[in-house]
């Protein structure tokens, strides 16, 4: 259910740029003219169906504020697991070299964010793994723009590469990464009921509605992400509600995948289709 009460004050509080603490401390105060009808406005644009995501310019994920436009679907709590099944094999891993080194390596390792959007992905774990070095790739050069503009506000801009192409097109044949997560799209039907309007008629269609046969996709892109990935690195992929089972169908088609166990959301539905390079 919405709040609209709380909504409201998020907005006046984003426009006039004032912390919780000092709404409550100025909250009485007059607002300007100018400032009073570009308040007004994003009201009015938010009562119209514009997500609020898009209404502030911000959405939070794994802790951290990014940017956000209509250029870049908003991130969401579901893909918060895609970034701990990569959390947890980068802990693995740095674990491993520890009991085989007794000290911890000072390689890179590398992620590849596919499809970044807002870099959501990528950049929360660039800030949780601070020798992790991360390439952002996306067919689209304003959702890029905005990931580039994410890691310099965070920080991490100089442990990151941007990558323009569709897929895997802009990638060097030898290329290759430690892990690589992907959030692609994956809705089937564009008048699914489970789809919000708001989402299906602000959010970026390219980001968002899967084309063609599910299955077909994700082999394509599983044997495809295989090629950069070095031996036991990860490939992970967010799924929905209807494509769990095409996705899972197609990792077990790449028989240098082997595939793991799915992970599910609170809701149980499955939400992350992942496999390890033999």
């Known amino acids: 259910m919405v709040d609209a009460k709380a909504e409201a004050d998020l907005i006046f509080r984003h426009k006039l740029g004032l912390s919780p603490a000092e709404r409550l401390q100025f909250g009485r105060g007059e607002v300007a003219d100018g400032a009073a009808a570009g308040i007004e406005e994003v009201l009015e644009q938010r009562a119209g169906g ?137 809705v089937t039907r564009r008048d699914d009921p489970r789809l919000a309007a708001s989402v299906r008629e602000h959010e970026p269609s390219i980001a968002l509605f899967l084309d063609e046969e599910p299955e077909e996709f994700f082999f394509r892109l599983a044997r495809k992400a295989v090629s950069h990935l070095g031996s036991g690195g990860l490939f992970a992929v967010e799924v929905g509600y209807d494509t769990a089972w095409p996705a899972r169908c197609a990792f077990d088609r790449v028989h240098s995948l082997q595939r793991g166990k799915g992970i599910h959301d609170f809701s149980g539905i499955e939400r992350v289709i992942w496999g390890i390079r033999k």
Request: one cysteine or more; hydrophobic letters at 40%.
């Open 50 to 186: 514009l997500p609020l995501a898009y209404c502030t310019g911000r959405a939070e994920f794994c802790g951290h504020s990014f940017v956000v436009n209509p250029d870049v679907l908003i991130p969401r709590p579901e893909t918060e697991l895609l970034v701990e099944r990569g959390a947890q094999w980068l802990e693995d891993q740095l674990l491993r070299r520890f009991n085989r080194d007794k000290v911890l390596a000072d390689g890179q390792p590398s992620l590849l964010d596919l499809g970044c959007g807002s870099g959501a992905i990528g950049i929360s774990l660039a800030l949780r793994f601070p020798t992790l070095r991360v390439v952002l790739a996306d067919v689209s050069e304003p959702a890029l723009a905005v990931a580039e503009e994410n890691a310099r506000r965070l920080g991490v801009l100089e442990r990151c590469q941007f990558r323009s192409g569709d897929w895997f097109a802009w990638a060097r044949r030898r290329e290759r990464f430690e892990l690589i997560l992907c959030n692609p799209p994956y």
